[in-house]
Every structure is written in C-alpha cells, then in structure tokens.
Nanobody, 126 residues
Framework: QVELVESGGGLVQAGGSLRLSCAASGRSFSLYGMAWFRQAAGKEREFVAS??????????YYADAVKGRFTISRDNAKNTVYLQMNSLKPEDTAVYYC?????????????????WGQGTQVTVSS
C-alpha cells in the first residue's frame, strides 16, 4: 500500500520561509515522479512543482506563481521529497499536497498522479 505523509506546514509571516517534507512508502520511490499541489479555500487544486524520477532525468518544473521562490528536491535514499518555500506571500496560503505519478515523468496535471498525501496547511500572514 502506497502512503505519502506530508509535514512541515504552519503559520509564517509574509517574507518568511517554510520547508515541507513528504515521506513515501509502499513502492520504489526513485522510479516515480513526485509533485506538490496546493488548494486554497474555495479554489481548485493547482500545480506547484514537480520533479521527475532519476531515470527520467530528474528535471524540475514550477508554476509561474512560485518560480524563483520555491524549490522542489528529492532524496531517494530517504524516500522523501521536499518543497523549500522562500519569500512567502499571503496568496501562498493553502493546503499543500504531495503526489506520486504513474510513470516518472512528473507532469503538471493532477489527473496524472496516482497517489496523494493527506495535506499540510500553510498559512502566510500579512
């Protein structure tokens, strides 16, 4: 059974930083792409960042809204993916979810992801 467990969310002031972690179990972590999505209250879940599997090149992709502020990375030895979030803005407030895909390619579309974590709340105060 695949399980994804996010941690690291919390309350931070605008301009601050947070680091989210997502620990995966139940499948060969290194073979699959990983991503972070977020969902603000009353809005649809949206793509934040993704990272391909090592075998697919390990490329990273970002939504325009977070490019230059957020960094996604993975530690295959620890079966963990991270999201370093800097220069946070109030509009970054959302529940952040990690997900794992079907083929390692790390796409932007949520329907391409097979398993999801339970989410972690990030709140940025102004």
């Amino acid at each position: 059974q695949v399980e994804l467990v996010e941690s690291g969310g919390g309350l931070v002031q605008a301009g601050g930083s947070l680091r989210l972690s997502c620990a995966a179990s139940g499948r060969s972590f290194s073979l699959y792409g990983m991503a972070w999505f977020r969902q603000a209250a009353g809005k649809e879940r949206e793509f934040v960042a993704s990272i391909r599997s090592r075998w697919s090149g390990g490329n990273t992709y970002y939504a325009d809204a977070v490019k230059g502020r957020f960094t996604i990375s993975r530690d295959n030895a620890k079966n963990t993916v991270y999201l370093q979030m800097n220069s946070l803005k109030p509009e970054d407030t959302a529940v952040y979810y990690c997900a794992t895909d079907r083929d390692g390619s790390g796409p932007r579309f949520k329907d391409e992801y097979e398993y999801w974590g339970q989410g972690t709340q990030v709140t940025v105060s102004s």
